[in-house]
Each structure stands twice: as C-alpha cells, then as structure tokens.
Nanobody, 126 residues
Framework: QVQLVQSGGGLVQAGGSLRLSCAAS????????MGWFRQAPGKEREFVVA????????YYADSVKGRFTISRDNAKSTVDLQMNSLKPEDTAIYYC???????????????????WGQGTQVTVSS
C-alpha cells in the first residue's frame, strides 16, 4: 500500500518562504515521478512542479519558475518543495502525488498520478 505523507506549509507573509515535504512509502520509487499540485478555493487543481525519480528531471509551471525548487532523496523516498518569494496567489491546498507511468508529455496531468498525499494548506498574506 503506497502512502504519501505530507508535512510543512502554514501561514506566511508575501515575500516569505515555506517548505513542503512528502514522504513516500509502500514500494521502491525508482521510476515515474513525484509531483506537486495545488487547489485554491473555487478553482481546479493545477500542476505546480514535478521531478522524475530516476534521473531527477524537473518540470515547473510558469507561475512558479524561479521561485519554487523541487528536490528528491531517493534513499529516503522523500520529495521537498522549497517555496520562496511567495505571493498571495500561491495560497492553496498543496498536494503531492506519485505516478509510475509519468513522462514528459503527461507530467502535468493530475489524472495520470496514482497516489496522493493528504494535502497541506499554504496561506500567503498580503
């Protein structure tokens, strides 16, 4: 049984930083990818960033490029999301997700991911 457990998040002022972590368990994560998505009130879930387990290729949404950084620790099966220069529009519930059949062409599609974390609230005040 694959489990994704998230930690981090919280409340921060605009311009501040937060770090999210996602710990995966239940199988060996050597293929596929881990992604972060977010969902703001009244909006659809959107892709934020993802990283492949094997090579570590990263993919960022344009809205977070240069501000967010994703990293992974294959030995620990953890993925971190460092969020800097946060903006009020970054406010959302953030979810980590894991998928095995994730490639560059579908890495941003939420429906392609198999497992999801419990979600973490990130609130950025202006």
């Amino acid at each position: 049984q694959v489990q994704l457990v998230q930690s981090g998040g919280g409340l921060v002022q605009a311009g501040g930083s937060l770090r999210l972590s996602c710990a995966a368990s239940g199988r060996t994560f050597s293929s596929g990818a881990m992604g972060w998505f977010r969902q703001a009130p009244g909006k659809e879930r959107e892709f934020v960033v993802a990283i492949t387990w094997s090579i570590g290729n990263t993919y960022y949404a344009d809205s977070v490029k240069g501000r967010f950084t994703i990293s992974r620790d294959n030995a620990k099966s953890t993925v971190d999301l460092q969020m800097n220069s946060l903006k009020p529009e970054d406010t959302a519930i953030y979810y980590c997700a894991s998928g095995q059949r994730i490639y560059s062409f579908n890495i941003g599609r939420a429906g392609e991911y198999d497992y999801w974390g419990q979600g973490t609230q990130v609130t950025v005040s202006s």
